[in-house]
C-alpha cells in the first residue's frame, strides 16, 4: 500500500471534489481519496503494483482538473 498527495489545480467548490474523488476511486488499485477544497489537495491511498501516477493524474485530468 502506498500513499501520496497530489495539488491539484482549478477545484472551487463541493462539487469539485465530489467529481475527482469518484474519478479516482473508479480506478482499480486506488483504496480511499481525500480531496480538500482548502489545501487544493487530494490525499490517495492505493496499491502501488495495481495502479500507476500517471493513470491517477489521468484520471484528474479526466474530471477537467489539472496535477500540479
Ligand atoms: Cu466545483
Redesign the pocket.
Known amino acids: 500500500m502506498a500513499n501520496i498527495v497530489l495539488k491539484i489545480k482549478g477545484?472551487?467548490?463541493?462539487?469539485?471534489?465530489m467529481?475527482i474523488t469518484k474519478s479516482l476511486k473508479g480506478l482499480k488499485g486506488v483504496k480511499d481519496v481525500k480531496v480538500s477544497l482548502e489545501k487544493g489537495s487530494a490525499e490517495i491511498n492505493y496499491e502501488d503494483n495495481l495502479v500507476t501516477l500517471s493513470q491517477m493524474q489521468e484520471a484528474v485530468d479526466d474530471a477537467g482538473y489539472t496535477v500540479e
Open positions: 477545484m472551487s467548490c463541493q462539487h469539485c471534489v467529481s
